[in-house]
């Protein structure tokens, strides 16, 4: 059985995550802004096979 969580995905997590701590050191609001940019730019472009 192949695992849900690939090392890909958990360096990606972590990414996401210390970009979002580093834009709220920079200005809180976009510690929401950056991310959620990047979510939708998944969403939109992302997952096609």
Excluded: D, E, S
Excluded at 3 to 26: D, K, M, S
Excluded at 32 to 41: K, T, V
């Amino acid at each position: 059985m192949k695992p849900r969580i690939t090392l890909n995905l958990a360096v990606f997590i972590f990414g996401f995550v210390f970009l979002a701590a580093g834009l709220y050191l920079i200005y809180p609001p976009a510690a929401l802004i950056g991310p959620g940019l990047i979510l939708m730019a998944i969403a939109l472009f992302g997952g096609r096979r």
